[in-house]
Nanobody, 123 residues
Framework: QVQLGESGGGLVQAGGPLRHSCAAS????????MGWFRQVPGKEQMFVAG????????TYADSVKGRFTISRDNAENTVYLLMNSLKPEDTAVYYC????????????????WGQGTQVTVSS
């Protein structure tokens, strides 16, 4: 089992960058592919980005492609989400998650979740 904890959320102006971190404890993070999701109150949770165990392959939602970058440092047991060119519509609670699958875009495929951190983008 692995425990996940996000950090790096907050308030940022539109156009600005923000970097999320997701630190793992318990089992080694390299055992899992990782993903980032986000959710706005009253709406479904949405896939943002995913990365394979070794970091060799990534996938992104169309809405963030070219602006967000997912990466990982297995030696540090940490996954990152670098968000550039932020827009007000990126405002949401962001969650990191771990899956035993190769990579996944559906939240049902993920086994472990962090507690989520709020990101608010002001216009």
């Amino acid at each position: 089992q692995v425990q996940l904890g996000e950090s790096g959320g907050g308030l940022v102006q539109a156009g600005g960058p923000l970097r999320h971190s997701c630190a793992a404890s318990g089992r080694t993070l390299s055992t899992y592919a990782m993903g980032w999701f986000r959710q706005v109150p009253g709406k479904e949770q949405m896939f943002v980005a995913g990365i394979t165990r070794g970091g060799g392959s990534t996938t992104y939602a169309d809405s963030v492609k070219g602006r967000f970058t997912i990466s990982r440092d297995n030696a540090e047991n940490t996954v990152y989400l670098l968000m550039n060119s932020l827009k007000p519509e990126d405002t949401a609670v962001y969650y990191c998650a771990a899956t035993s699958r190769i990579i996944a875009t559906l939240n049902a495929a993920y086994d472990y979740w962090g507690q989520g951190t709020q990101v608010t983008v002001s216009s």
